[in-house]
C-alpha cells in the first residue's frame, strides 16, 4: 500500500508555496548533518518519512540505491526501507524531515552505526 502523501503546488501573486500534507497526522524536524557526519543505517516499523533536502552536500543510501540529491529534491522513504542520511560536502547538510504514522524516537532500527549504537 502507498502511503505516500499528496504533493501540492499553489500559485500566488507573490510566488508560490508547496503543501506537503493537509489535515494528516505528522511530525516535523530539521536534520542538520555535519560536516563528514552520517546517520544510523536504519529503518523504522511505524512511520514513513518524506525528506526535503536543504542544503548540497546530502548524501542519502535508500534501500540498495546511493543518491546524491539536489536542493529541494524530495525523498518519500516508505515503513521499513533501510536508510541512511549523510553530509558528504564541506558544510553541513539540513533536511526538513515529514514523518506519517506513529512518530517514536524509540521506533529505530539501527543495522549501522559509526558512533556504536545499534538495536532498536
Keep these: 500500500m502507498d502511503h505516500r502523501p499528496p504533493s501540492v503546488k499553489v500559485d500566488k501573486p507573490w510566488g508560490r508555496f508547496e ?9 516535523v524536524k530539521i536534520i542538520t548533518v555535519a ?10 516499523h ?3 518519512e518524506l ?4 542544503d548540497p ?5 535508500l534501500g540498495e540505491n546511493v543518491l546524491y540529491p539536489e ?9 521499513e526501507t533501510v536508510h541512511r542520511l549523510s553530509a558528504d560536502g564541506d558544510g553541513p547538510v ?3 524531515e515529514i514523518s506519517f504514522g506513529e512518530f517514536d524516537e524509540e521506533d ?13
Design 57 to 61: 552536500g546530502a548524501k542519502v543510501e
Design 19 to 27: 503543501q506537503y500534507t493537509h489535515n494528516l497526522p505528522c511530525t
Design 94 to 96: 539540513r533536511v526538513l
Design 71 to 79: 536542493q529541494e529534491e524530495k525523498l518519500f522513504i516508505p515503513r
Design 51 to 54: 525528506w526535503v533536502v536543504l
Design 108 to 120: 529505530i532500527v539501527r543495522l549501522e552505526d559509526v558512533y556504536g549504537r545499534t538495536g532498536p
Design 35 to 44: 560536516p563528514g557526519g552520517t546517520l544510523s543505517r536504519q529503518y523504522h
Design 46 to 48: 511505524q512511520r514513513d
